[in-house]
């Protein structure tokens, strides 16, 4: 079976791999480098529980082939704590009980980050618009908008991670 070599910087750690041409993205993080806090969701782009930063910009991870990602940097879930203190979003989400089942907070917080870097300030209405790709079974959006807003402010007062 044909292989290729792809670069990956994952969470600041690089990561030199073999794969089969058509792996997707999603597959690659969890399987051959075991991050596994990005979920495979609907495989189809629509839910978001894939999502993941990939040179800053929120992609799924599932409707993109690991060799669309060779020389990229990608952040995931895992990499949004650093110096083993959590990231705004993440305090947000577990302080507003944004978590629920958990399935998509990872997705969700990947786009959320995009979201507060673009709009550092945004309307409960602009926190919905921006989090429209990320899907969440437990209809509990309301947690979920509270989390960013929780987060936004925590950044303006001059919490950590711009």
């Known amino acids: 079976m044909r292989r290729e070599d792809v670069s990956l910087t994952v969470n600041g750690n690089e990561h030199e791999i073999s794969i089969e041409p058509s792996r997707l993205l999603v597959h690659t993080l969890r399987g051959e480098l075991g991050y596994t806090g990005t979920n495979i969701g609907c495989e189809s782009g629509v839910c978001g529980a894939c999502t993941v930063l990939m040179d800053g910009k929120p992609v799924k991870s599932c409707t993109l082939l690991t060799m669309q990602a060779d020389g990229a940097e990608i952040e995931t879930v895992e990499g949004l704590k650093t ?21 998509c907070t990872p997705g969700m917080m990947m786009t959320a980050v995009d979201l507060l870097k673009q709009n550092p300030d945004p309307t409960r209405e602009e926190i919905r618009d921006g989090l429209e790709g990320n899907l969440c079974r437990c209809t509990g959006y ?21």
Do not use: D, R, T, W
């Open 142 to 162: 309301q947690n979920i908008v509270n989390a960013v807003e929780s987060a936004a402010e925590k950044m303006h007062s001059g919490g950590s991670h711009e």
């Open 83 to 103: 110096n083993g203190e959590l990231h705004p979003i993440q305090e947000g989400f577990s302080q507003e009980h944004g978590l629920q089942c958990g399935y």
